[in-house]
Nanobody, 127 residues
């Protein structure tokens, strides 16, 4: 059974850092493009960052570029989202997702491209 398990969320002050982890028992992350999405209260879920299956190629939502970094550790079968200089507007539930794409360099940014999702981890940034 495929599972994606996020961890690392919490309550922090503005300008702090957090590192989210996405463990994937039952799924080999090196065979998938991986992404992070988030959903703030009262808003739709939105794309944050993604990393291709190989190469690796990354892509970020404009507002997090330069502050967030997505990476993968295939040996640990885990994907990370390092979040620096956090802002109150980053407050959301963050979801990890896996996309079974053929291209080693494709970086999917649409929810419909992803096959598996985690349950999410809450990130709250106070001002």
């Amino acid at each position: 059974q495929v599972q994606l398990v996020e961890s690392g969320g919490g309550l922090v002050q503005a300008e702090a850092s957090l590192r989210l982890s996405c463990a994937a028992p039952g799924l080999t992350v090196s065979r998938y493009a991986m992404g992070w999405f988030r959903q703030a209260p009262g808003k739709e879920r939105e794309f944050v960052a993604a990393i291709s299956k190989s190469v690796p190629t990354t892509y970020y939502k404009y507002s997090v570029k330069g502050r967030f970094t997505i990476s993968r550790d295939n040996a640990k079968n885990t994907v990370y989202l390092q979040m620096n200089s956090l802002k109150p507007e980053d407050t959301a539930v963050y979801y990890c997702a896996a996309a079974g794409v053929l291209s080693i360099s494709y970086v999917p940014q649409q929810e419909r491209d992803y096959d598996y999702w985690g349950q999410g981890t809450q990130v709250t940034v106070s001002s």
